[in-house]
């Protein structure tokens, strides 16, 4: 029997001994001391190594040879677990025993061991019991209360020690017989002196016997047991124990623990990298987190608990308990502290004398709950796991962590560190406290004078839950704001739309009634922003630049004047009014011309050239992005130089020149390593979508979505729809659909909700619902069309003419082939060139008319460029256009379109090319299997194989152990499928069918 923390596992015994007849015990759902579920455990992963030495050790000790291993490794590493899966794989030919050492256990003679055997003998039959321990039955019902069970009672008197360790060895050795046990000690750094004894006297007597005894242990703590360490170090230097060290688990792994725990859903990115940070690789910890985050409905793309799990709370406070006062106070400090210290700054926040602060440093350190660091002749301090300092913290009483919050800002403000200072008062004052919004308001001024519009937007919202709504303190805060900050017209702020907004509009109640129209029109340009470019609220937002206009005309600020009336052309033409913002931006280009104001100039350049790729007047925005680029250099902007030169990326690859575009994206992010906050991996989503590599694009807005905390907005929203469509291309629908019902009506532009239109359709399609599909393409490029987005347009319109082709609405194909093509006039360009015809060979596949030329000419302008995908979409159209005229060449366009879509992930293209071959006759159906696109069983394949090496179906019956009739009735379907008539074709074709025979590798192999 087993029965352990995760596993209860009974095999049911098949062997008898001669000596010995044992039924089987009875199945049972559960051990007596298992704690948790088989079914509520996520696979094993990150072990294969460790199994694979365990799975060695116990073949050695099946084949007659005790053998014992230790499994070391800190709590939560799975060391129960290790063992239970061993069990588990083993269980039809082993017999699994456990135990676990326990605190109070000490006092409990021989405790593991009667444990262990407790649970087996209880599911025998009492005749079993009395066979399995013979002669030593009167000795052994001391001990075992089976055995005495059995007997009729316990003996009058104990079994002296000896007696014992030989009845337990007669035991062991009988039950060994029946079948190889695995013993599992766990904790044996917790067991009582005289198991560890018999553990060093069965491994001695029991040479011989098919026995593996694991025992599991912490090694702070087994260092402590002296008796322990010493019996296990001596089984180590005779050659009977190998030490198994447990690791955590890599990042890796992580994802694949958590993908079990999804059940095959696929871990994002920011799930694995913050189970990474929290749990520091302790799979109990991270499957805490994630059951937590889980059963809480939270948001795997941006996960977050407001507590730490109360299971993994009570395993880490039982670890605090060993600490002295003094220690846990020190502790708590830090938890409170939250970060890595250096030893004078504790001594300073604490108070405490620095031999003192020693001494109680020490004390942690050696219970492995702080780690010390020594950076040249500084010594800094950290807490050693991230969940360990979660459990201190929310193991305070409230009253307890304001305090220590306290007592900390102020220590860091007669420091000078004001920012850190802020944090801290926070967590310890109340709304209206004046000493905690000086301290705040403090930090906010220094943030706001360095630009760092990230830190400043955090203590912005501090300043929410520091000082009320009405109060006139407000004021300050707007004195202390910036009065052109750079990142306000550069629209970075969108991430903190909604604090932004609760803030500007506390003051702008107040400014409402003031003379001062500059300072009202400020705060009105600071609510455009994080209305328009943060919340989404295009029609607020435009309010409010028009006022902001309104009041800098009146107040006689001109260049901020300016500054506005560009900020209302850029969300005129977010609303969908592109010309509008054409119009707006080249005023302001000339005015900050002839003004100087080469911010302004820089900031209308963008506009205008976003607005013209929009349009398809690529000319336009090469040329302005190209001059922003030279200005942004020389300015030292390095925010703006990096939306422009990810903007000009994004031109040249809609024009096919996707080379070009990654060499620029490799270059704004060599020369910003602040590149996540701009555009850039939005734009990058796109120009790999355009390549074709759509692993690469959906990882790429995936890792903003990750880096870029607050709801999806504005410029976040422009790599949801190439992200969305490229995950459809791999497959990954769950995925697709997740992230796409997320980004729904979540403050995104009027055209990135028109892209997502288009991405629900291809999504749609890919998800078996053509009809639906067709309407929602139809949708997007009709909006877009009359919006003027007609860059964007053309990648819609192509894939309404082919899904459109595909479910035979001929009528949908023609418009969005006719459409595609009245824009490829306009933008004249290869790729667009190409994709209007492709596009029309579709719609002359959809009314069953002759599209090979078509087909042909979109092969031969997309082939050129860099656009693998358009040029494989393109060989597919070829080759069903050929179809009939020409079966060779149409399976030779079809075979180019299958390994193209290979390369790039796109399976379910390359499977639906490859079933267009198949219906080509057996030169297509060899075709296929060539391509891999025949799916033999592997009967079948393993018939095949035979067949090749000459054997006759009688001979390959004999050798798969399988009749003659059924291997002929193989062989007649894997003729089918594969498109031969005979066993010579199969021959004949067998290196083409990549079915060499098993002799050929062998001599290629010598």
């Not at 760092?452 to 004195?479: N, Y």
């Amino acid at each position: 029997m087993w029965g352990c923390r995760g596993e209860a596992a009974y095999r049911s015994q098949l062997s008898y001994s001669a000596e010995l007849t044992v039924r089987p015990p009875k199945a049972s759902s559960s051990g007596d001391n298992a704690r948790v579920s088989r079914a509520a455990l996520p696979r094993l992963v990150g072990r294969a190594k460790e199994s694979g030495e365990l799975d060695r050790e116990l073949r050695r000790a099946a084949g007659g040879e005790l053998r014992s291993v230790l499994v070391v490794a800190e709590p939560g590493l799975g060391k129960s677990r290790l063992t239970a899966e061993l069990a588990s794989r083993h269980r039809r030919w082993t017999t699994a025993l456990v135990a676990r050492g326990h605190p109070l256990g000490a006092t409990a003679s021989f405790g593991l061991w009667a444990e262990a055997l407790e649970h087996h003998l209880a599911q025998l039959q009492p005749e079993t019991v009395r066979q399995l321990c013979g002669s030593r039955l009167d000795d052994l019902s001391g001990l075992l209360g089976s055995v005495a069970a059995v007997r009729g009672g316990p003996p009058e008197r104990e079994a002296p020690r000896l007696r014992l360790l030989e009845g337990l060895t007669s035991l062991l050795r009988n039950l060994s017989r029946v079948a190889p046990l695995i013993v599992v000690l766990d904790d044996v750094h917790l067991a009582d002196a005289s198991s560890m004894d018999a553990l060093g006297y069965l491994s001695r007597n029991l040479a011989g016997s098919p026995v593996l005894v694991i025992a599991t242990a912490r090694p702070v703590e087994l260092a402590r047991n002296e008796l322990a360490r010493e019996t296990l170090l001596a089984l180590e230097q005779d050659g009977l124990l190998r030490r198994v060290p447990l690791q955590p688990l890599d990042h890796g792994q992580l994802r694949q623990l958590a993908e079990a725990v999804l059940m095959g859903g696929r871990a994002p990115d920011a799930l694995v990298d913050w189970l990474q940070d929290r749990s520091l690789g302790n799979p109990l910890f991270a499957i805490g987190l994630m059951r937590s985050l889980i059963d809480g409905g939270g948001d795997i793309e941006r996960p977050q608990l407001a507590r730490l799990p109360e299971e993994l709370g009570e395993r880490i406070q039982l670890r605090l308990r060993v600490l002295s006062p003094s220690a846990l106070a020190t502790l708590e400090l830090m938890a409170v502290l939250g970060q890595r210290v250096a030893v004078d700054d504790l001594v300073h926040v604490s108070g405490r004398p620095l031999e003192r602060m020693a001494e109680l440093l020490s004390e942690t350190i050696e219970q492995r709950l702080v780690i010390e660091e020594e950076r040249g002749r500084e010594l800094e301090y950290e807490i050693s796991h991230p969940l360990f300092q979660e459990a201190i913290y929310q193991g305070m009483s409230r009253a307890r962590q304001r305090a220590l919050h306290s007592q900390i800002a102020r220590s860091l403000v007669a420091a000078g560190r004001l920012a850190q200072a802020a944090a801290h008062f926070v967590r310890s004052a109340g709304p209206g406290d004046q000493e905690a919004i000086a301290a705040v308001l403090s930090a906010f001024r220094q943030a706001e004078e360095r630009q760092s519009h990230g830190e400043a937007m955090v203590l912005l919202e501090a300043l929410l839950a520091l000082i009320p709504a009405a109060d006139p303190r407000w004021l300050k805060v707007l004195d202390v704001m910036a009065e052109d900050p750079e990142w306000v017209v550069d629209h970075k702020a969108d991430a903190y739309a909604a604090a932004g907004i609760e803030a500007m509009r506390r003051i702008e109640r107040l400014v409402e009634a003031s003379s001062d129209l500059n300072r009202r029109g400020l705060v009105k340009l600071r609510l455009t922003n994080f209305l328009a470019f943060g919340a989404g609220d295009l029609e607020e937002g435009e309010r409010c630049a028009r006022q902001a206009l309104e009041l800098f005309e009146q107040a006689g600020q001109s260049g901020r004047a300016r500054t506005a009336a560009n900020e209302l052309g850029w969300i005129r033409g977010l609303r969908g009014d592109l010309p509008a913002q054409v119009e707006a931006a080249t005023l302001a280009i000339v005015a900050g011309d002839e003004a100087g104001d080469r911010v302004l100039t820089m900031q209308a350049l963008g506009s205008l050239a976003w607005a013209s790729i929009h349009l398809g007047r690529r000319h336009d925005s090469e040329s302005s992005l190209r001059r922003a680029v030279e200005m942004a250099r020389a300015e030292g902007r390095m925010y703006r130089l990096t939306w422009c030169l990810s903007f000009l990326a994004f031109g040249q690859a809609a024009e096919g020149r996707v080379g070009e575009a990654r060499e620029l994206l490799a270059e704004a992010r060599a020369g910003n390593p602040a590149y996540p906050d701009t555009v850039l991996l939005e734009i990058a989503a796109w120009v790999e979508w355009i390549a074709g590599r759509f692993d690469s694009s959906a990882g790429s807005w995936l890792q903003s979505a990750a880096m870029n905390r607050g709801a999806l907005a504005g410029r976040r929203g422009w790599g949801v729809p190439p992200a969305v469509v490229s995950l459809a291309e791999l497959g990954r629908l769950p995925e697709a659909r997740l992230h796409l019902t997320a980004a729904a009506g979540r403050g995104q532009w009027n055209f990135a909700l028109h892209m997502c239109r288009w991405a629900d359709g291809v999504l749609t399609e890919r998800e078996g619902d053509a009809g639906a599909a067709v309407d929602a393409l139809t949708a997007a490029a009709r909006a877009l069309i009359a919006d003027g987005h007609l860059a964007f347009a053309s990648f819609v319109l192509l894939d309404l003419a082919e899904c459109a082709s595909r479910a035979r609405y001929a009528t949908a194909a023609d418009w969005a082939a006719g459409e595609l093509q009245s824009i490829s006039e306009r933008i004249e360009d290869e790729l667009q060139a190409g994709m209007a015809a492709l596009a029309r060979a579709w719609a002359l596949l959809a009314g069953g008319r002759g599209a090979a030329e078509q087909a042909r000419m979109a092969a031969a302008r997309l082939e050129p460029l860099s656009c693998e995908v358009f040029w494989g979409r393109a060989q597919e159209a070829l080759g069903l256009g050929l179809a009939s005229a020409d079966r060779e060449a149409s399976i030779s366009a079809l075979a180019s379109a299958v390994a193209i879509f290979d390369r790039s992930g796109a399976g379910w293209r390359r499977d639906r090319a490859n079933e267009a071959m198949r219906e080509l006759g057996q030169a297509g159906r060899r075709a296929a299997g060539r391509h891999g696109g025949v799916a033999l069983s592997s009967r079948e394949r393993d018939v095949a194989l035979l067949a090749v090496e000459g054997l006759t179906a009688r001979q390959i019956g004999e050798r798969l152990h399988i009749g003659e009739r059924t291997v002929e009735t193989h062989l007649a379907n894997l003729y089918v499928k594969l498109g031969v008539e005979s066993k010579r074709e199969l021959l004949q074709h067998a290196e083409e069918l990549g079915l060499r025979s098993r002799l050929d590798v062998g001599a290629q192999g010598e």
